[in-house]
């Protein structure tokens, strides 16, 4: 009995450790599995404005280092290991990692989704100072400043958009000649007058001595090289990338039903099509994937682990494994 937990998370980001909370607080067997940094993507974010009661100057490393802190303090246990099979077809699930095996009532997976990047030089050491992948978390600070779009898609135009509300100019970065956008979505963006668009282009570089400071271009038909500075006034610009998230939920697929893209379906309680499997956060499929939603996915996920183990799983109550 000692090596089955009640509650086993796989993720350590916002829903994660939200989903550990609730375990640990409700007195169940709980781990929490993560292969490598512990926050998921909230870690990149320097300041944190739109998390409801957090206070000035939060940042995301400083959430995530509470969250942590609350998940111990009700005794939720924590391990690094690289998750790399699962077997969900019994009451007790495995989860086979590359360090050891894990058993568990119930399984959250709470594996995320990664933003889409754009692969160029710069772009990791300026995210965070210039370099965003959400307009929601971050449009607010760039507050009359300079920002391109980078992507053609609905999400791209939509939040390019969005941050018309804060940027004084957006320009819309799209790699051909057309937007992939729905047409309606198109239209409104092109009747914006504080939206320009740049076709047949992509950023080849991002540079600045630790805040962003001039984008380079590539015209993808002419291959013609040509570098935009931030205004002298403003000192930096943004560029928000919405090129696509990949939800990282490989390990389960054809173990549990998903959509076309890989991401969960889940019920509103976050169940899974398995019995005693849940999801929570950005690998499920939402409508917004924000830091207040997975912590309340997180919540809802560990409730309803919490009563399957109560009304389907008695007859486990002194197993041996």
Not at 265 to 291: H, P, S, W
């Amino acid at each position: 009995m000692d090596n089955l937990y009640d509650l086993i998370i796989i993720g350590s980001g916002p829903a994660g450790l939200s989903a550990g909370l609730y375990g640990a607080r409700a007195k169940l067997k709980t781990l929490i599995i993560e292969k490598s940094k512990t926050g998921g993507q909230i870690v990149t974010t320097h300041d944190v404005a739109n998390y409801p009661g957090s206070v000035e100057e939060a940042s995301g490393p400083k959430i995530i280092a509470r969250m942590v802190e609350q998940c111990k303090s009700f005794g939720a246990e924590m391990v690094k290991d690289a998750i790399v099979d699962v077997d969900l077809n019994d009451d007790i699930k495995v989860i086979k990692g590359e360090k050891s095996e894990y058993k568990g009532k119930t399984l959250i997976i709470a594996t995320g989704a990664t933003p889409r990047k754009l692969g160029v030089s710069g772009e990791k050491e300026l995210t965070g100072k210039g370099v965003s992948y959400c307009a929601t978390c971050d449009g607010d600070f760039f507050t009359d400043l300079e920002v391109f779009a980078v992507g053609g898609g609905n999400s791209a135009i939509e939040e390019g958009m969005f941050l018309t509300k804060f940027a004084r100019k957006v320009t819309i970065v799209h790699r051909s000649e057309k937007l992939k956008c729905a047409r309606s979505i198109e239209e409104k963006a092109k009747e914006n007058e504080n939206i320009e668009f740049m076709f047949n282009t992509t950023i080849k570089e991002l540079q600045g001595d630790g805040i962003l400071e001039k984008i380079v271009f590539e015209n993808t038909v002419t291959g013609e090289i040509t570098e935009y500075e931030a205004d002298e006034d403003d000192g930096t610009m943004g560029v928000f990338v919405f090129v696509g998230l990949d939800p990282q939920t490989q390990i389960f697929k054809g173990k549990i039903d998903m959509d076309a893209n890989g991401y969960i379906k889940t019920d509103e309680n976050m169940k899974t099509n398995v019995d005693g499997v849940f999801a929570a956060g950005d690998c499920r499929i939402k409508m917004l994937r924000q830091v207040v939603t997975a912590t309340s996915d997180g919540a809802i996920a560990t409730i309803s682990a919490e009563k399957y183990i109560e009304n389907s799983l008695t007859h486990l109550e002194e197993a041996t494994i």
